[in-house]
T-cell receptor
C-alpha cells in the first residue's frame, strides 16, 4: 500500500524566513496531494492541495511543488509569521479513493518572533 | 458555513468499557469519514460513508469498532470493549459528493483509555 514519508519532523525558523517541508510517496497511482495545518486541540485544516497534472501551485505565501517522476512533493512557506506555528501534514491518495488519505507523520513548525 | 461538529471533546474510560462518539457533518456534505489520530502520528482512515452507505471500512477493527450513519447525516462511532491502544483523537471529516472535493475535519474527540 501507499507510504508517505515526511521530513523534517521539527523545524524552527525566524520570523520572516522561509520554511520548506518535504514528502515522498511510494505508490505511483497516487494523484492527489493535500497539505494540512493542525493547531493544538484542533482538527487538520486544508491549506493547499495539488493534483498530478500540475507541477506547482501557489496561494499567497504558500506554494506546493510536485515531482511525479521522483515521487516527492514539497510545501514552501515564505515570510513566515508566528501564527504559522503548527503541525503540518502532507498526504496522498489515489483517484477514486480520494477520501482515503495516507498521511505523513507531521512536521512541527516553530516560528520565532 | 458551520463546520463539522463533534462531541464529546474529551472522554476518559477504563479498558473494557464502551464509548461512543458523535459527528454532525457540514450541511449538504454527502461523504463522511472517521479518522483515528494517535499521538505523534498522522490521521488514519477508519471508515468512509457515502450518504448512509459504507464505501470503505477496510481499516476498521470490526471486532470492537462499529459505526453508523442513519438518514445520511449524523454519524456515531462506537468502541466496545476499549483497549489501551485505542487512546487517540477520533476525527470526523466530511466532503461534498462530487469528485476530487477536499475533506473538512472537525476538532475531534480525545479518548484516553486507562
Amino acid at each position: 500500500g501507499e507510504n508517505v514519508e515526511q521530513h523534517p519532523s521539527t523545524l524552527s525558523v525566524q520570523e520572516g524566513d522561509s520554511a520548506v517541508i518535504k514528502c515522498t510517496y511510494s505508490d505511483s497511482a497516487s494523484n492527489y496531494f493535500p497539505w494540512y495545518k493542525q493547531e493544538l486541540g484542533k482538527g487538520p485544516q486544508l491549506i493547499i492541495d495539488i493534483r498530478s497534472n500540475v507541477g506547482e501551485k501557489k496561494d499567497q505565501r504558500i506554494a506546493v511543488t510536485l515531482n511525479k517522476t521522483a515521487k516527492h512533493f514539497s510545501l514552501h512557506i515564505t515570510e513566515t509569521q508566528p501564527e504559522d506555528s503548527a503541525v503540518y501534514f502532507c498526504a496522498a491518495s489515489k483517484e477514486g479513493s480520494q477520501g482515503n488519505l495516507i498521511f505523513g507523520k507531521g512536521t512541527k513548525l516553530s516560528v520565532k518572533p | 458555513e458551520a463546520g463539522v461538529a463533534q462531541s464529546p471533546r474529551y472522554k476518559i474510560i477504563e479498558k473494557r468499557q464502551s464509548v461512543a462518539f458523535w459527528c454532525n457533518p457540514i450541511s449538504g456534505h454527502a461523504t463522511l469519514y472517521w479518522y483515528q489520530q494517535i499521538l505523534g502520528q498522522g490521521p488514519k482512515l477508519l471508515i468512509q460513508f457515502q450518504n448512509n452507505g459504507v464505501v470503505d471500512d477496510s481499516q476498521l477493527p470490526k471486532d470492537r469498532f462499529s459505526a453508523e450513519r442513519l438518514k445520511g447525516v449524523d454519524s456515531t462511532l462506537k468502541i466496545q470493549p476499549a483497549k489501551l491502544e485505542d487512546s487517540a483523537v477520533y476525527l470526523c471529516a466530511s466532503s461534498p459528493a462530487y469528485y476530487n472535493s477536499p475533506l473538512h475535519f472537525g476538532n475531534g474527540t480525545r479518548l484516553t483509555v486507562t
